[in-house]
Antibody, heavy 121, light 109 residues
């Protein structure tokens, strides 16, 4: 079965940076769009960013635009999220999710287990 | 304020059929496939439907439909293990963003 394994979360100071990774396996990674979704404590799911199969197009929520960068390495079957200028409101569990096709508009079929990012002094 | 509107809570008894709704507009639900995601006790989300497709391993008591700008998730024969938060989501053309509903807390009485 498809596996998505996030890593890279942790405690970071406001204004700091962190890079999340999502290692994918058991599917042809380069054939699917990938997405990051986050969930703040006690809140609902919030979309963060999506990247198309080739990496040629990226999309961001307004709340992270200009601070976060999504990327992928199809040779390593890995999705990334570079997070800069972190704020307290970025504190959340971050999930990677696999799209059901190449397009950024398709729903997700698999999710990772999540990695916790805590932004606090 | 979520772009998609879901009931805050729904309840049903074991064996009952329940329907959760997700209302949007022509820029989102009216134009794109909808995903439904189950989250139990704030664990990792699990996909229970994407479009009209049932992921492998998801029981066929789950089904989805869409009419205009409203999507629905129906659970026929509710089971105790179905108690969870359910989120709908789709792409929004005007926002160029993935949008989520606020989630529905399903309680099995």
């Amino acid at each position: 079965e498809v596996q998505l394994l996030e890593s890279g979360g942790g405690l970071v100071l406001p204004g700091g940076s962190l890079r999340l990774s999502c290692a994918a396996s058991r599917f042809t990674f380069s054939n699917y769009a990938m997405t990051w979704v986050r969930q703040a404590p006690g809140k609902g799911l919030e979309w963060v960013s999506t990247i198309t199969d080739s990496g040629g197009s990226t999309y961001y929520a307004d709340s992270v635009k200009g601070r976060f960068t999504i990327s992928r390495d199809n040779s390593k079957n890995t999705l990334y999220l570079q997070m800069n200028s972190l704020r307290a409101e970025d504190t959340a569990v971050y999930y990677c999710a696999k799209g059901t096709g190449t397009l950024r508009s398709l729903p997700f079929d698999y999710w990772g287990q999540g990695t916790l990012v805590t932004v606090s002094s | 304020q979520s772009a998609l509107t879901q009931e805050a809570s729904v309840s049903g008894t074991v064996g009952q059929k329940v329907t959760l709704s997700c209302t949007g507009d022509s820029n989102n639900i009216g134009s794109y496939a909808v995903g439904w995601y189950q989250q139990i006790s704030h664990g990792a989300p699990k996909t229970v439907m994407f479009g009209n497709s049932l992921p492998s391993g998801i029981p066929d008591r789950f089904s989805a439909s869409k009419s205009g700008t409203t999507a629905s998730l129906t659970i026929s024969g509710l089971q105790p293990e179905d108690e969870a938060d359910y989120y709908c989501s789709t792409w929004d053309y005007s926002l160029s963003a993935q949008v989520f509903g606020g989630g529905t807390k399903l309680t099995v009485l």
